[in-house]
């Protein structure tokens, strides 16, 4: 019997869905970090993304108009989105972002889509998601790839300009993940359609999750297709489907809603039970009838790079903007609050983690820009850069505490805060991308060798055997240099290498160079040994896909920190800590790894080729976390960059934070003085800071400009920590005059004292 017939015996078959996923996308610059050699001189070379003069335009114009528009706190306490809106959006081509030009859409890059996206979610979530939607997986982009010629020239003109809305139904209450156990099904059949009777299929489904489903023209449905009397051939089941369906059709139901956590996008639920369609519905046409779930998976890599990781740079960018400036206006014991080392800890995750997504979402989409569908970097996109979306808002939410928590106009972080776990979950639940997508697929795709050799052990090729041979020879060799590169990189520094021409860049090129080299020999053996069971070692898998991640977000940070900053000087704290944070977390990923592998003498052998003899892992200083909290206090080019997504619209809360935190720099010297004449010359009792300043003016310490200046800064303050209050019965109250009434109370109180 043969190693490859021996092979076949245990190893699990591979189902039709996953290996189409697995056929699905294409392979990038994670190739060469699977394999231990991360490209940097690939990843050096992408090609800068940028916005174009018509896609700067589309920002300058439409989108700054629709922020404008958008008041997020009365919509969460609304029922719709308002209809003004709705057709703003339409009128201006949002949700025609990706339709070509020939059809009247916007053709915008991946970058262009993922920045408009971001830009509107760190105003509003539930518009975000009205706009994402059409420009992700769904109806739009299925015909363009998929459509005949006939359905290109009937629907996408009409999504272009909105006067079709579309959405796509795919998960069943009894399929989720499982995608191929969908019962929903098409029962190839004959019926009536305009008054003839045509070949076609009687559907019935049920669908809930479904985004826009509610206000939806056009329904986008997968289904299984049946054939019982073998209309089109011999084969019972013809496998996944994908059909277009208007919403007049009859027997379609559409209209109902969820509430995902009282975020106000349209969600909601589709019906259908005996809803014949011709042939002519199905996208493709007959001929595509089986391909459904392929389409879909070829489909999915690009939106899932750049939609819902928008939303977490998003959050990101607005948490770290709004959390950096209260903690330099608020003050407690007579100091900001961004100087006490707790806040200062999580003041510098916040700006490391979101230097790592926006330098994630630039790459990620810069690979997009090549007309590259990489599946496995945007199932790393996907899952990492919304858990680091979560990560910064929890920590946001501890430092601005009660303002955090208290709803209304002036709390920019609940919004965020209730929407995240929206875009963990849909597109593909978090924990199922990590434990199964990432290192599954990666494996697949990255490993030169592996993929050929599963096809030829499932083969019923008479040659089979000697093929199967030839690549086993290959598979051990490549095996044999990863284990012989990560001794060298494990042991001898100057091994490691690195090509950037920047010192501050060298040490950390090196430690990826080295990480990488890791990964391959534990990828290697945890195959061997395993096999097929690495699939269920969910645990396992996906720390050798965290390695991965890791891995590809520190590429990430390094080219941004050498090609996208204008000021390197500025940036070097938040560099450090991201691209330190990003080798950490890979680096303790491999520990685990090698810690929990459950053969004891392949673990031995791992921790030889690896240098893993301890659990412990480099960590992120003091020094550093103290230096980048108080660097995100100070006004900056790299903070500006680092939150460039968030567009203050006048009297909303990043104005009134923006507002105080500049004037508290204008006057640090006058601040200064108040404190040092405080000292000399106590005010008793203080009362107010008003009071103390009108006091040590009538002493001759201050001159009336100085108090004008200090004055202006304390109006803006109050307003900055001001939280938003209401009547009994839960009326808005106006907080900026209710505090100009509590203002003029407390100066008369000061004046009669």
Not at 117 to 137: E, F, H, Q, R, W
Not at 256 to 267: I, L, T
Request: aromatic share 8%; glycine share 8%.
């Amino acid at each position: 019997m043969s190693i490859r017939t021996s092979l076949k015996k245990v190893l699990p078959p591979i189902s039709v869905t996953e290996q189409e996923a697995l056929d699905a996308g294409d392979v990038w610059i994670e190739s060469s970090i699977y394999q231990g050699k991360p490209d940097m001189q690939a990843l050096r070379a992408v090609p800068a993304a940028k916005l174009s003069a018509d896609e700067q335009a589309f920002m300058d114009g439409p989108v700054a108009t629709l922020l404008n528009m958008i008041d997020d706190f009365a919509l969460q306490n609304e029922k719709h989105i308002p209809d003004n809106i709705i057709q703003f959006l339409s009128v201006n081509k949002f949700f025609a972002l990706i339709i070509p030009k020939k059809f009247g859409g916007l053709e915008f890059s991946p970058f262009a889509n993922s920045t408009i996206v971001a830009t509107i979610a760190a105003k509003s979530g539930a518009i975000a998601v009205t706009v994402m939607v059409p420009n992700s997986l769904g109806p739009g982009e299925l015909l363009m790839h998929y459509g005949t010629a006939e359905q290109q020239q009937q629907w996408l003109p009409n999504l272009a300009v909105g006067k079709d809305i579309p959405c796509f139904a795919l998960t069943s209450p009894e399929a989720g993940s499982d995608a191929g156990a969908i019962p929903d099904a098409g029962i190839v059949t004959k019926g009536m359609y305009e008054g003839k009777e045509v070949l076609g299929l009687s559907l019935s489904w049920d669908k809930r999750y479904i985004t826009l489903a509610p206000i939806a023209t056009v329904l986008g449905l997968a289904f299984k297709v049946f054939d019982p009397d073998h209309l089109l051939g011999d084969k019972l089941e013809l496998g996944i489907t994908c059909a277009l369906i208007p919403k007049s059709h009859p027997g379609v139901e559409l209209g109902n809603r969820h509430d995902p956590m009282g975020v106000r996008f349209y969600n909601g639920t589709t019906r259908g039970n005996n809803v014949f369609i011709p042939m002519d519905f199905i996208i493709g046409g007959q001929k595509n009838i089986g391909r459904g779930w392929q389409m879909l998976v070829s489909c999915l890599g690009a939106g899932r790079g750049i939609s819902l990781p928008a939303m977490g740079v998003a959050s990101g960018q607005s948490a770290l903007k709004s959390t950096a400036e209260y903690s330099f206006v608020r003050e407690q014991f007579g100091v900001p609050i961004g100087r006490f080392e707790g806040i200062q800890e999580k003041l510098a995750d916040i700006a490391g983690k979101t230097f790592v997504l926006e330098a994630m979402r630039v790459l990620t989409t810069e690979g997009l820009g090549l007309g590259l569908k990489p599946s496995v970097v945007t199932a790393i996109a996907k899952y990492h850069m919304t858990e680091l979306g979560r990560d910064i808002n929890n920590s946001a939410m501890d430092i601005q505490a009660g303002k955090a928590i208290q709803r209304g106009p002036n709390n920019i972080l609940a919004g965020s805060y209730a929407a995240q776990p929206i875009a963990i979950t849909v597109e593909g639940a978090n924990i199922l991308t990590r434990s199964l997508m990432i290192f599954g697929q990666g494996a697949m795709r990255c490993h030169p060798h592996l993929k050929e050799m599963v096809d030829l052990i499932h083969s019923e090729d008479s040659q089979a055997d000697g093929k199967f041979n030839k690549v086993l020879m290959k598979t051990v060799s490549f095996s044999v240099k990863n284990a012989f590169r990560s001794l060298a990189k494990s042991y001898v520094p100057f091994m490691r290498g690195s090509q950037t021409a920047l010192p501050e860049v060298k040490v950390y090129e090196q430690r990826i160079n080295a990480l990488s080299a890791k990964l391959a020999p534990l990828a290697d053996l945890s195959l061997l040994v395993l096999g097929g069971d690495l699939k269920k070692a969910e645990m396992l898998s996906a720390r050798l896909g965290d390695v991965m991640s890791y891995l590809y977000a520190a590429m990430a940070v390094v080219r941004f920190y050498e090609q996208r900053v204008s000021n390197r000087a500025e940036a070097l704290p938040y560099f450090e800590y991201a691209i330190q944070w990003c080798l950490q977390q890979a680096e303790k990923a491999v520990v685990d790894f090698v810690g929990n592998f459950p053969h004891t003498a392949t673990r031995g052998l791992m921790r030889l080729l690896t240098n893993t003899y301890s659990r412990s892992v480099a960590s992120i200083s003091d020094e550093l976390k103290r230096t980048l909290s108080e660097a995100t206090m100070q006004q900056s080019t790299i903070m500006s960059e680092l939150t460039h997504l968030v567009k203050v619209t006048p009297g909303d809360a990043h104005d009134i934070n923006q507002q105080a935190f500049a004037a508290k720099h204008a006057v640090m010297p006058q601040l200064k003085k108040i404190q040092q004449a405080l000292r000399k010359m106590p005010v008793v009792p203080f009362i107010s800071f008003e009071n103390a300043v009108n006091k040590l003016h009538a002493a001759g310490s201050l001159t009336a400009e100085e108090v004008s200046l200090v004055m202006d800064y304390d109006a803006k303050r109050k307003l900055a920590i001001n939280v938003d209050e209401y009547t009994f019965d839960l009326a808005l109250l106006d907080g900026q005059s209710a505090t100009a009434n509590k203002d003029q109370e407390t100066t008369r109180q000061a004046d009669a004292a």
